[in-house]
């Protein structure tokens, strides 16, 4: 019999719980009755009371805390009353200080490549300038059947009627959430690089980064963090070492802010390749990095322009969404001989995927760094160097 078959639904039941270690996912591990609960809003060491919010059946459910019965000392008061039980799906840390939160996503990092790539290593997660609250310079807001905006509640289509929200900048939101929009459409507000705050379609947004100035069409990604920009391209241009005539790709490469630094290391005669599925993101590209004619820009999607590209290339850059790279791409990638690839991952368990992936071709890892990119959530951004 499982343990499914012997237990009834424990939807709302309240539970008292020994809190255990941190997992990827923004919750932490309990046990009760043989069953595995992650409970949201704990931390680890502590004794908390939870009720059961979903229990799909199976040897686990989740639960999220209403009670903390013996706090870690670690635990801070949340800045925001919508990040608790029922609240906002955005933040998971709030209640841990900021550096524990950065101690809590480096376990994380660590558990994730020993169990996904077998690498043992220990690295810290890098405190990014500006603090803990007003660093989301994007909000995407959804708008719920009235017409008014706010933000999802956690594992749910409901959109909670929200003031504000700390992580943003300070005055940026009220204004927006005080208007109506066409119901169940999203709302993207983007404060840009000089202050000015852009909702929905109304642009360019002036955004700068690796000394150099983008003005973004509506929707063209940049990171919500306004120092991240930065931060990665500082890494990309210590570990790509590009050599000078060589050849680089620049894989999901966006508006080309690796490229930049990429084609300064290749020199005029080098060759900076940049693949890119928005053909917005190649438009605005290609303006901004118009005086580095060594730039090159494909439109398509990675798996289906590779094949075409030239090479084989020096060094590789990838950034690719959160399902990391997969199989079929890194073997493509490990076929072309690259001597390094540096790998840009927004979720360490994809990222120790590839990590193994590359291993199995070939490739060590050979250093890793992460930031604390989106501090009060459990997300954070890691790079890896990969050597053949």
């Known amino acids: 019999m499982t343990v499914r078959e012997s237990a009834s639904d424990w939807t709302d039941r309240i539970l008292d719980l020994d809190v255990g270690r941190v997992a990827h996912g923004g919750h932490c591990v309990a046990r009760s009755e043989g069953r595995v609960v992650f409970v949201r809003h704990a931390l680890p060491g502590e004794r908390v009371r939870a009720v059961v919010s979903e229990d799909g059946g199976g040897s686990f459910c989740r639960a999220d805390t209403v009670a903390v019965l ?13 990040a608790r039980a029922g609240g906002c799906g955005g933040c998971d840390l709030q209640h841990a200080d900021p550096a524990a939160q950065r101690e809590l996503k480096a376990v994380v990092l660590a558990e994730q490549m020993q169990r996904l790539a077998g690498v043992e290593l220990s690295v810290p997660v890098e405190e990014l300038p500006g603090g803990a609250l007003g660093w989301r310079h994007r909000v995407r807001l959804a708008v719920d059947g009235g017409g008014r905006a706010g933000l999802r509640a956690h594992r749910s289509h409901d959109v909670l ?20 929009f066409d119901p169940e459409e999203d709302v993207e507000v983007a404060a840009d690089a000089d202050g000015v705050v852009h909702v929905g379609n109304d642009g360019p ?30 890494v ?53 990095l118009a005086d580095l004619p060594q730039v090159g820009w494909r439109v398509g ?16 850059v990838a950034d690719p969404p959160r399902r990391g790279l997969g199989r079929e791409l890194v073997e493509a990638l490990c ?11 927004c979720d360490p ?38 050597v053949r």
């Open 301 to 316: 999607r990675v798996e289906k322009v590779l094949g075409g590209l030239g090479g084989p290339p020096d060094v590789v």
């Open 349 to 386: 368990a994809a990222l120790a995927r590839d990590v193994a992936l590359f291993a199995g071709r070939g490739y060590r890892l050979e250093k890793l760094r992460a930031f604390d990119a989106f501090p009060m959530t459990h997300h954070f951004e890691c790079v890896a160097l990969l």
């Open 236 to 288: 990309v241009e210590q570990w790509a070492d590009a050599p000078r005539g060589g050849t680089a790709w620049d894989l999901y490469g966006g508006v080309g802010v690796f490229a930049s630094v990429l084609a300064g290391q290749v020199g005029a005669d080098g060759a900076v390749t940049v693949v890119e599925s928005s053909s917005r993101a190649v438009a605005d590209g290609r303006v901004a």
């Open 161 to 180: 009627p929200i003031a504000d929200c700390p992580l943003a900048p300070a005055g940026t939101l009220p204004p927006v959430l005080s208007h109506h």
């Open 335 to 345: 076929a072309r001989s690259p001597g390094r690839i540096v790998h840009v991952a």
């Open 205 to 234: 947004v002036v955004q700068r980064a690796a000394g150099r100035e983008w003005r973004l069409s509506p929707g063209v990604f940049w990171q919500v963090h306004p120092a991240l920009p930065d931060a990665l391209a500082s």
């Open 70 to 82: 013996e706090p870690s000392a670690q635990r801070v008061p949340a800045p925001c009353s919508w």
